[in-house]
């Protein structure tokens, strides 16, 4: 397409006041710049969200050819049974998450091993959720103004979950557990939410001319900020509001409560999963600002979108892996005490089963290490432990060394107290 033809299909906007220099020069200028472009062709979201659906309808219609062909009329309705099977199992994998997470105010009554397990259970929801909107973003259902709206709706859950997640870690000893758990959720989700309103308006955050004022005065109100300035606004704030007293307030109960030295009741690297979140969550903020969606201090578009990509990779990834190799830290440290160890040594989850064979280190002959009955023994000593009793069954395979009490002995065959 011809420079002219670009020129005349996308005028060029009438910037604010003080910026009349500035529309000199600006005529194909505004055709290269591609955070203009991608502005002034949101016009077109109908046409390209509806080729998106066609696509998907498409894509369905040939899915159930191709269920039909390979069904080779053994099923009187394949389509409908492979309808209930997606329904059944997909209900029943939401029906287990909102269980587990529906015990959320429990917590604080709970040993760090159910709080990791249930953390554990959130973060297979965080991925999920962001696995879905990744893939439902290609649509373009929702890239109203061009903005992906997915995106944000991810980001609104999942960094929900994550803030609620720190709190639950630490849930016997956070001040008022419930009151900081519903806070921060709302706070996090405000802060996303605001971000894609703000990210809806184009322009910029600041009248032109109006920041240089104000760093030769000093004077704040010299800023006249623009209506995209102040739907962002919200979202900084709370963005603040969670840097700069969340995080520092959760960091402040660690410490004061023994997590700096090895505690059965808190997890040793707990500041390393703060920092993580205290360094790329403004890493967020900054770069929406420097993108199209912010300031358009950075025109190329295609930069922008891999820019919140990596970021992404790096903020919920890392917290996902930092978070099981706490959980699984936390386990070899304190193995007597953990009774869900043995168990999950000794029997493979469904999608292991279903992998085990593809997997390049996989010896055939593994058989399970432990018997029905050592399991329940080694169960049975755990949860008395944990309730400050101590029972002694028969035989110990995992030998565990159980504490003696003064003035006690042991009988070498029979493995009982004396």
């Given at each position: 397409?011809?420079?002219?033809?670009?020129?005349?299909?996308?005028?060029?906007?009438?910037?604010?006041r003080k910026s009349g220099a500035m529309a000199a020069g600006l005529g194909l200028a505004h055709v290269n710049d591609e955070s203009l472009l991608i502005r002034e062709c949101s016009g077109l979201y109908g046409s390209f969200a509806l080729e998106s659906l066609a696509n998907f309808l498409l894509g369905c219609t040939f899915c159930y050819l191709v269920l039909l062909i390979a069904c080779k009329n053994q099923l009187e309705y394949p389509g409908c049974a492979a309808r209930r099977f997606i329904w059944e199992h997909v209900t029943w994998a939401c029906a287990d998450w909102y269980k587990v997470v529906s015990t959320w105010t429990q917590m604080p009554q709970l040993p760090l091993d159910q709080r990791l397990a249930f953390c554990r259970k959130l973060n297979l929801g965080i991925c999920i959720s962001q696995l879905m909107t990744s893939f439902l973003a290609l649509t373009r259902w929702l890239h109203i103004g061009n903005i992906n709206g997915f995106r944000y709706l991810g980001y609104s859950f999942t960094c929900s979950l994550m803030q609620g997640e720190l709190v639950v870690i630490l849930a016997p000893y956070v001040p008022c557990f419930k009151a900081n758990v519903v806070g921060v959720?709302?706070?996090?989700?405000?802060?996303?939410?605001?971000?894609?309103?703000?990210?809806?308006?184009?322009?910029?955050?600041?009248?032109?001319?109006?920041?240089?004022?104000?760093?030769?005065s000093g004077n704040l109100g010299d800023i006249e900020w623009t209506t995209k300035g102040y739907a962002i606004l919200p979202s900084f704030i709370c963005l603040?509001?969670?840097?700069?007293?969340?995080?520092?307030?959760?960091?402040?109960?660690?410490?004061?409560?023994?997590?700096?030295?090895p505690n059965r009741?808190?997890?040793?690297?707990?500041?390393?999963?703060?920092?993580?979140?205290?360094?790329t969550w403004p890493a967020f903020g900054a770069w929406w600002f420097l993108s199209a969606e912010g300031a358009s201090i950075i025109h190329n578009t295609k930069g922008n979108t891999f820019g919140f990509c990596a970021l992404n990779m790096i903020a919920k990834g890392?917290?996902?892996?930092?978070?099981?190799?706490l959980s699984k830290e936390h386990r070899k440290m304190w193995t007597e005490d953990c009774p869900v160890t043995p168990k999950a040594v000794n029997e493979d989850l469904w999608i292991v089963r279903q992998l085990r064979d593809y997997d390049p280190v996989y010896?055939?002959?593994?058989?399970?290490?432990?018997?029905?009955?050592?399991l329940e023994a080694a169960v049975a000593r755990a949860l008395a432990r944990q309730a400050g009793s101590i029972?002694?069954?028969?035989?110990n395979p995992f030998h565990m060394e159980v504490g003696k009490e003064a003035g006690t002995e042991t009988d070498n065959e029979t493995g009982t107290r004396l």
């Open positions: 397409v011809c420079h002219q033809c670009l020129f005349l299909a996308f005028p060029v906007r009438r910037l604010p959720v709302l706070v996090t989700c405000s802060t996303m939410l605001s971000g894609w309103i703000g990210s809806l308006h184009s322009g910029f955050l600041w009248e032109v001319g109006t920041f240089e004022d104000f760093l030769q603040a509001v969670l840097l700069l007293i969340q995080i520092p307030f959760l960091a402040l109960v660690f410490v004061c409560n023994g997590g700096m030295k009741d808190l997890p040793y690297h707990f500041l390393r999963l703060l920092l993580l979140v205290g360094v890392g917290f996902t892996l930092m978070m099981l190799r010896d055939p002959r593994r058989e399970k290490k432990y018997s029905e009955a050592e029972l002694q069954t028969q035989g």
